[in-house]
């Protein structure tokens, strides 16, 4: 996570140690299929034979009565722990089909005609269930906020997926893929396409923030900063519509502005691998 996703690394350093850790094996398991179809140079055939097998290694585990069994079973370490993780907590199993699903879509690319099309057959899997993971793992303040933390995990993995994909409009057109809605691209041209999903996905954020409440009180910090993070990352690309040919990142230093200050000391320690 560290070396993939530098925001996400740090505001989840902020998180209990023990929910800081099946974070950590959320986010392997989900980074392994999406760089096979991202970066393996591998054709489309080759590439949904390895979330394939990915997908029956998934099934397996789930059989298996901990994490140990599994890998002695034959089943990846990251997929074993995964696997824990959805016992755990007990995450219904067909949400990470549905990832898987949309990994197997990426391997072979093709266009969405409007944005529920794409929020339903696109979103849902490779954004909006990873969002319940985690939810699964914050936790709820109480029984009765359980669904609208489930609300906020959708409104901020939609939120999160919509920034990436304005931002990455031209790495995804060299994988052969567009994420942009063809009514919105046939309204608004490109550029007013990407500045209206970046106003979506604002307000997306802030639906997700109204609902912060909702999750267990040591998960929030780390809720909030990746909302902050995100956000500003939104707002860069909504203030460069044209910017396709410059990858928007948040600089540093606006990210450690969006980490409380009384908890900075746990940045150095996370980079040395102490927490």
């Not at 974070?23 to 398991?29: F, L, S």
């Not at 359980?146 to 901020?156: H, K, S, Y």
């Not at 009514?183 to 954020?205: C, V």
């Amino acid at each position: 996570m560290r070396n993939y996703s530098t925001s996400f690394f740090l505001v989840t350093r902020f998180l209990p140690s023990a929910k800081r850790d099946q974070v950590d094996a959320i986010y392997a398991a989900v980074r392994y299929p999406d760089e096979i179809v991202d970066t393996f140079p591998l054709d489309s055939a080759a590439k949904l034979a390895r979330i394939s097998a990915w997908r029956s290694a998934y099934r397996r585990s789930l059989s298996a009565s901990s994490c140990g069994e599994a890998i002695r079973a034959g089943v990846p370490l990251f997929l074993a722990l995964f696997s824990d993780v959805v016992r755990r907590n007990g995450i219904p199993h067909d949400f990470y089909e549905s990832f898987l699903d949309a990994m197997s879509a990426d391997a072979q690319p093709s266009a969405y005609a409007s944005l529920d099309d794409l929020i339903d057959n696109y979103v849902y899997g490779s954004a909006i269930v990873v969002g319940y993971f985690l939810a699964y793992v914050y936790g709820a303040e109480r029984p009765s906020d359980w669904q609208r933390a489930l609300d906020a995990a959708r409104d901020l993995g939609i939120a999160l997926q919509l920034t990436n994909f304005v931002r990455d409009v031209s790495d995804d057109q060299r994988r052969g893929r567009v994420y942009i809605p063809q009514d919105l691209l046939r309204a608004k041209g490109l550029s007013g396409a990407r500045l209206e999903l970046a106003r979506i996905a604002e307000r997306k954020y802030q639906a997700a923030l109204q609902n912060l409440d909702a999750f267990a009180a040591d998960s929030r910090v780390a809720i909030r900063a990746c909302i902050d993070v995100y956000g500003k990352l939104n707002h860069r690309v909504a203030a460069n519509p044209d910017g396709l040919t410059h990858r928007q990142t948040v600089p540093a230093i606006d990210k450690f502005k969006s980490l409380p200050p009384a908890k900075f000391w746990r940045i150095p320690l996370a980079y040395l691998g102490a927490i």
